[in-house]
């Protein structure tokens, strides 16, 4: 029978320590994300003051083999007068999907149930609970608590991830609505107006620092700048953006594209390239050219491009906001998970929130349910006014 043992790595130095691991790890997934990767999580680790980051790496070896980490990192929250241990994934929060690093097999199912029975082990402490935002259905978090018998666990659809399978933009562009396809060929035709334009693509290190720049400025001039969520203004999310630069340009594995007209620069997007999968993390535009609709141009150049391309299986969208939904992507779903500890805290914090969802779905959903019939009725009968003579 093969010997399991764990190690635990501390801090900074403990993740550095175990890059070889990591890496070796990596390489056995068969539905490997950008996620797992160390240079992932080395680019936002790099954000994080030394004495801020308390994480820990679990390491499992199997006959001295390394075969699963589990970065773990503590917060202690307040929550209606009540302190609670929460542990987490360590992940920067503008791209919050998390999970373990593990392969998927009859061996390794049970992981998540030996991790939670040895945790306050080495953690040295009680902890309250485990909350997984963003897990994918085909992440090995959601796949081994499938297959572990844990109690207390609660488990919420938010969402999905949109991706697209690559092959030939024909056969995709033929499953497009055929409204979809006659508003492209309009805004081409309309960009055809405007005067010369040009589709760019930067990788190589020496130039990408600069496009990224570039690539600010034009996410900050639109919508994205105006409500706050651009990356600019933030300098810790920059600061993650910067090392995604720095972590994935060496291999040519990062990726800024742009549309520009008349040598002017009005969208921007900012990609990574993994294996066979290409990410689309941020896209902006300059809404002086909205009537054009640059950003989604742009995109669709760029889908065009990595559709056709056989060196691609799938092009990933990371989310499910709805403008992607034009190009007609399948999807898998996102949940939350929250896994609960037998402490008191852990268990006073699992009946709080069994007791919240009840009340919402009892009281809050019907509610919600009969404004949106309400607010329906109001824009139907509107729209009916609109059309009396």
């Not at 300059?286 to 760029?302: A, C, E, I, R, T």
Request: hydrophobic letters at 35%; proline letters at 3%.
């Amino acid at each position: 029978m093969a010997s399991i043992s764990i190690k635990v790595f501390q801090g900074k130095e403990g993740f550095h320590k175990i890059k070889n691991d990591w890496n070796r790890i990596v390489d056995t997934l068969k539905d490997k994300h950008l996620i797992h990767l160390y240079e992932w999580y080395k680019s936002y680790i790099d954000t994080v003051d030394d004495n801020d980051f308390n994480a820990i790496f679990l390491v499992m070896y199997r006959n001295s083999e390394p075969f699963a980490i589990f970065p773990i990192e503590e917060h202690v929250k307040n929550i209606v007068g009540f302190k609670f241990r929460i542990l987490q994934v360590p992940h920067c929060n503008d791209i919050d999907m998390v999970d373990f690093i593990f392969e998927k097999k009859n061996d390794t199912e049970k992981l998540m149930e030996l991790l939670i029975d040895n945790l306050e082990k080495y953690l040295n402490h009680k902890w309250d609970c485990i909350y997984f935002p963003n897990v994918l259905e085909n992440s090995s978090i959601y796949f081994s608590l499938q297959k572990s018998p844990i109690n207390r666990v609660t488990v919420d659809k938010v969402g999905e991830c949109h991706y697209l399978q690559c092959g030939s933009y024909e056969t995709l562009s033929n499953t497009f609505s055929g409204n979809f396809r006659n508003q492209l060929k309009k805004k081409r035709n309309r960009l055809s107006r405007l005067g010369n334009f040009e589709y760019i693509s930067i990788r190589k290190k020496d130039t990408i620092k600069k496009a990224f720049d570039d690539f600010l400025e034009i996410e900050a001039s639109g919508w994205k700048g105006a409500i706050g969520t651009a990356i600019k203004p933030r300098s810790k999310i920059k600061r993650f953006y910067e090392n995604l630069i720095d972590n994935f340009s060496d291999n040519d594995k990062c990726e800024i594209n742009f549309l520009k007209i008349n040598n002017e620069i009005v969208a921007g997007s900012f990609h990574l390239l993994t294996d066979n999968t290409f990410y689309l993390l941020k896209t902006g535009y300059d809404n002086k050219y909205s009537k054009v609709s640059p950003g989604v141009l742009l995109q669709d150049s760029v889908i065009k491009k990595y559709s056709n391309d056989p060196a691609f299986k799938t092009i990933n969208m990371i989310s499910d906001y709805k403008w992607g939904i034009s190009w007609n992507p399948l999807s898998m779903d996102v949940f939350n998970i929250i896994v609960f500890n037998k402490s008191v805290s852990g268990l006073i914090y699992y009946y709080l929130i069994d007791f919240l969802a009840i009340k919402y779905r009892r009281y809050i959903k019907p509610m919600l349910s009969k404004y949106e019939k309400h607010v329906k009725r109001i824009k139907k009968n509107e729209r009916t006014m609109l059309n009396v003579d």
